[in-house]
C-alpha cells in the first residue's frame, strides 16, 4: 500500500495537492466502517489512526 499524490489545482503560481490511501474493503470491515461514514484522523508516533466519529446524540 502507497499514499498516492495527486493535484487539485493552481493558484497563484502554487500547486496543490490532496493524499489518497486505498483501504481494502476486508480492512473496513474488521474494523466496523462503512462507505461514506463520517471518520476522525490524528497522528501519534510515527502512527495515523482513523476512527469512527461518534455522533452527538442531543441535537
Same mark, same amino acid.
Given at each position: 500500500?502507497?499514499?498516492?499524490? $495527486?493535484?487539485? $489545482? ?44 461518534? $455522533?452527538?446524540?442531543?441535537?
Amino acid at each position: 500500500m502507497k499514499i498516492q499524490k $495527486r493535484f487539485i $489545482r493552481k493558484h497563484n503560481d502554487k500547486d496543490y495537492y490532496k493524499f489518497v490511501v486505498n483501504i481494502p474493503p476486508m480492512v473496513l470491515k474488521e474494523a466496523g466502517l462503512k462507505y461514506d461514514e463520517e471518520i476522525e484522523i490524528k497522528s501519534e508516533k510515527g502512527k495515523i489512526v482513523l476512527k469512527k466519529k461518534v $455522533r452527538d446524540k442531543s441535537c
